[in-house]
């Protein structure tokens, strides 16, 4: 019978298991602890395509060209990743004079450093324990700077009132993230939570909804209008999934990764009222807010609108919004500072957070001290204000990536077989690409997604590395890669080019 | 009959929730998304008493004190946690001054700094992308990094190799602890993972379990034999928790927190054949092994008695070893620096591993550089080498603990009602304290731990934050606290005057 072929089939598997597990070079053991089938299954359905097989066969590549095998090309470009500084971006001075002083306070008596990076230094030190950044800081955050956090929000959103309670700091945005989405899944089968992210999404995401064992719903951003968001879609995507899980959650990014879309004021009320009459929880990820490009385009936090909807809503909806030290003008990925704002939160869940962050200590105290600078950047009345905002620093690194956000868009949409919307802010640019059938058969073949097929030969043959778009999801029968910006305008030109060149050579091979 | 009586009961229960939910001040809501009741069960159950009510407590207390409400103290002494600055000891000068240089390169030409901590700086920034510590490094940390930290774990072993690939940077020890155990675990019901830990333990073990839903296997250490631990423990402990779970891990921390035991060569040999004979995956959790300091004892790594037990061990046994800037020496906990050494992982697993910390992008890079200094600090050529080994800093700090921990142990025995182990090693002491029955009897009428009650108490009447023993388990019946030995001596000397005649005092009123 059927049922005791299974049972033979089974007891021969572990029949092979067992005999796997016994004797090796004359050693008994009985095979390790620890294999692909015996972990956390929820880990190994994590994906994160940021930083998949495509940047290590990067990173090996770079390796091969240090010993000398000879490529078609002399270096790697990682435009996979928003990583400024390591695309050749300065950080800007007064940060890091400031960062230097909290780091060797000897230095708070040398004349080179100005007195507003010194009394900056002095207040960060002045609320660490023992005046040093290697003192723990409170769970949360200092508090003096989730004050100036809160001063931050208020001056952004027009005076709308932040409280610092609200205010947790994190180890990036990511931390907090992963925290907030945490906290909020529950129940099996039916009722597990239900958490809806944009497609294509920024899969830190749909990773940790995987590690969390949360249902991952769907909802599609509109590539013919500009990556728009559409309430109608929204709401297709809820009623679907809510005959499988429990909807509760709603995360929104504005400006969009990978697609770059800023979101506009009439769209984010819309969204509003969809997850305040669906009871959903907003998150909202914020982190490209100082990063827009596009003529007519503005940056809207979603606590600005909301609050300007009047307290129907601004007195409901639980919302968490997050923001990053590693984007905007600054690019500090590598001091992994963020914060996240909580609001209406019940407060018995907001004791639960403090009691959960509190178990990792804090986030690192030179990242809250960057994050602080963030926030609370030189006035025009102190000395570092006018290089800060010269045509070297701030002022410069903002003109530069709108420029090539203009350039990349236009040249893109040059080449036969690429579509490109417009980078309207962020930092990435997400075109659409036309792949010949054949590629994508000899793909399909090799188990492989067309556009990592696509994106692995670009590596192979140019040197340059992108993010397939598989690894964001997309719409079926859609193709797409994600490219940064923030390569210099100059070796911009160059990567554009040779995509260009590539694309119109892979489309004939396969012709 | 009972079962309507129950229905009933619940469709009640039910009405209120829905009335709840209807009208607040005219608003029409639905009661919150996120509520107690509606989060994550797992965190709920979550516990970490280092930072929990009474250290929230004393920080309401500071705040009170600074408005000037009057108390019978002038100051909150936090002996809670291992902060070492907080307590007031100076950072390693040379770590600093390397921090600053990479913080804000300009300083390089400034003659000011000592060339060797030039040069440690210019070979961190030549490992960063773009040359700047602002850029995200490789998800397992720099490249040169591991290699220095597998070169230091090389000559703290006596030479037994240690391979960079198997070493993962991380976000403090906590964040590399809590990764590990999360790969770990799964199965659902009887063949749930189990993880052994001691009791007492460090609470983030606890809270981790109780986060991943792992099933939390007690071992206890043996207070009358100096919290020794003994295998037939270990045996106890596991055959009992194969009845419910499936124990996979085996966790051990040495030198010992809370309770400053430094464990025998032997005792390690023991554990690792007892891990092997029950296919066990031993974590080892080291940050302490600076902390050793009482007569005839010595650190003796788990990987060093491994390799030494011969190969039908060191190549089958699946170990991870825990290590951290934020102890030892330098206690530069704010910068969240740590690693961890990963023996006989499979490699499938070893690249799942990497793929779930890509996820979070890197450990903090400041943190990197400060582990850095700390597996690679000045050589006896070096110009800095003769401050850093000086009785100002590395040796006298050691020196400093020595000492108090000696007199700690020596004062507290001195207590009629206090009996304390010697504190061989780390940085806590973990008293026994004999409670009167009617201090237990009020405790348990207000539902609180007997030893919450006291350290509450003492906080209050003396402005002493400890941590009660009920937060690291202790066996059934007795009562401890944790204190750290990090204040300066004469401090610490006050400290220890005020809990005697506080034990004293308490004593008598619940007699």
Redesign the interface.
């Known amino acids: 019978s059927a049922s005791s072929t299974v049972s033979s089939h089974t007891s021969q598997l572990h029949l092979a298991k067992t005999m796997s597990s016994l004797a090796v070079n004359g050693?008994t053991?009985?095979g390790?602890?620890?294999?692909?089938d015996?972990?956390?299954?929820n880990?190994?359905r994590?994906?994160?395509a940021?930083?998949?097989p495509i940047v290590q066969r990067a990173?090996q590549i770079e390796k091969e060209l240090r010993e000398g095998v000879k490529k078609p090309f002399t270096e790697v470009i990682k435009a996979n990743?928003g990583?400024?500084?390591?695309?050749?971006?300065?950080?800007i001075t007064f940060f890091?004079?400031v960062?230097?002083?909290c780091?060797?306070p000897d230095?708070l008596e040398?004349n080179?450093f100005p007195e507003d990076a010194k009394k900056r230094a002095r207040r960060i030190l002045d609320a660490?324990?023992?005046h040093?950044?290697?003192?723990?800081?409170?769970?949360q955050g200092i508090e003096c700077i989730r004050q100036d956090v809160a001063r931050y929000i208020e001056k952004r959103d027009g005076g709308i009132p932040s409280n610092p309670d609200n205010i947790y700091l994190s180890?990036?945005a990511?931390?907090a993230i992963?925290t907030m989405l945490?906290?909020?899944?529950?129940g099996e089968g039916r009722d597990r939570t239900g958490v809806m992210i944009s497609i294509p999404q920024y899969p830190?995401y749909s990773?940790?909804l995987a590690?969390l064992g949360a249902v991952q719903i769907n909802y599609y951003l509109d590539e013919d209008k500009c990556w728009g968001l559409d309430v109608t879609e929204l709401r297709r995507a809820l009623n679907a999934a809510k005959q499988h899980c429990k909807p509760?959650v709603l995360c929104i990014i504005n400006p969009g990764n990978p697609t770059g879309q800023v979101q506009s004021r009439e769209c984010i009320e819309d969204v509003i009222r969809f997850a305040k009459e669906e009871?959903?929880?907003l998150m909202a990820d914020e982190v490209y807010q100082d990063n827009v490009y596009a003529k007519g385009c503005k940056f809207h936090s979603f606590k600005k609108v909301l609050f300007e909807m009047g307290?129907?809503y601004s007195?409901?909806l639980?919302m968490a919004s997050f923001h990053s030290t590693s984007k905007c003008y600054?690019?500090?990925?590598?001091?992994?500072g963020g914060y996240m704002e909580v609001l209406?939160?019940?407060p018995?869940?907001k004791a639960?957070l403090t009691?959960?962050v509190?178990?990792?200590?804090?986030?690192?105290?030179?990242?809250q001290a960057m994050l602080d600078l963030v926030v609370n950047p030189p006035l025009p009345d102190e000395p570092s204000y006018t290089l800060f905002l010269s045509s070297q620093e701030r002022t410069a690194v903002l003109a530069a990536l709108a420029e090539k956000s203009h350039l990349t868009e236009e040249m893109f949409n040059t080449v036969p077989g690429i579509t490109c919307n417009p980078v309207q802010g962020a930092m990435y640019t997400f075109p659409r690409i036309t792949l010949p059938q054949k590629a994508i058969a000899k793909a399909q073949e090799e188990g492989q997604a067309p556009d990592m097929l696509y994106c692995m030969k670009l590596l192979e043959e140019e040197g340059i590395c992108l993010v397939p778009g598989s690894g964001f999801g997309q719409k079926e029968g859609t193709f797409h890669f994600r490219m940064t910006i923030l390569p210099p305008t100059e070796k911009l030109k160059v990567v554009l080019q040779k995509i260009r060149d590539f694309h119109l050579r892979f489309t004939q091979e396969f012709s």
């Open positions: 050693v053991c009985r390790k602890v620890l294999t692909l015996s972990m956390n299954p880990v190994r994590v994906e994160y940021v930083r998949g990173v990743i990583d400024a500084h390591a695309m050749g971006q300065k950080p890091r004079q960062l230097a002083l780091s060797y230095l040398d080179k660490c324990g023992g040093s950044i290697g003192a723990y800081s409170a769970s180890t990036g990511s931390d992963v945490k906290l909020l899944v529950c830190l990773a940790a590690d509760r009871n959903l929880f307290p129907e007195s409901s639980e600054m690019g500090e990925c590598g001091f992994r209406n939160m019940d018995e869940v639960q009691k959960l509190s178990v990792r200590l804090c986030p690192p105290v030179s990242g």
